[in-house]
């Protein structure tokens, strides 16, 4: 027998979301969230609102800091 294989290739962009936490007194950022994931062409409005959902969340968590 031979060996085989097989290459697959996707194309995606990737998205990035930045959530700051501002201290309006000072007008400084005090803590700052980022996430990144691949963004698919053809995703529907409904998945899109739902993968930015979670991945606000998925940021979110990380709020507030925890103190060394």
Known sequence: GGVGYHTAISNYEEGSLTIDI????????IWRG???????QGSN????TRIVNESVAKILQQFPPQQP
């Open 22 to 29: 501002i201290d309006p007194a000072e007008e400084k950022t």
């Open 34 to 40: 980022v996430g990144a994931r691949a963004v698919y």
């Open 45 to 48: 409005p409904e998945k899109a």
